[in-house]
Nanobody, 125 residues
Framework: QVQLVESGGELVQTGGSLRLSCTAS????????RGWFRQAPGKEREFVAA????????YYADSVKGRFTISRDSAKNTVYLQMNSMKPEDTAVYYC??????????????????WGQGTQVTVSS
């Protein structure tokens, strides 16, 4: 059984920074793409960022480009999301996801097979 566990979510002020972590555990886990999604109350889950595990190619939603950075530590099987210049509209539950294949539409939640339980991020105005 593969598990993805997120951490790092908390309350932060507008303009502040947070770093989320997502570590994979369980059976040998090889994920072609790792992604971060978020879901605010009453809204659909939306893509935030993704990274290809082998080549480290990154993808970002336009709403976070230039403010958020996704990275990975292969030795720790961990992906990070560094969030800077945060805004109240960044408030959401953030989910980590992992794919079982390459060549996916990285921004589509249904392309990912593994999901974490989510971590709450709240940005106060």
């Amino acid at each position: 059984q593969v598990q993805l566990v997120e951490s790092g979510g908390e309350l932060v002020q507008t303009g502040g920074s947070l770093r989320l972590s997502c570590t994979a555990s369980g059976r040998t886990f090889s994920s072609y793409v790792r992604g971060w999604f978020r879901q605010a109350p009453g809204k659909e889950r939306e893509f935030v960022a993704a990274i290809s595990w082998s080549g480290g190619i990154t993808y970002y939603a336009d709403s976070v480009k230039g403010r958020f950075t996704i990275s990975r530590d292969s030795a720790k099987n961990t992906v990070y999301l560094q969030m800077n210049s945060m805004k109240p509209e960044d408030t959401a539950v953030y989910y980590c996801a992992g794919s079982r294949s390459s060549g996916i539409y990285y921004s589509r939640p249904q392309e990912y097979a593994y999901w974490g339980q989510g971590t709450q991020v709240t940005v106060s105005s």
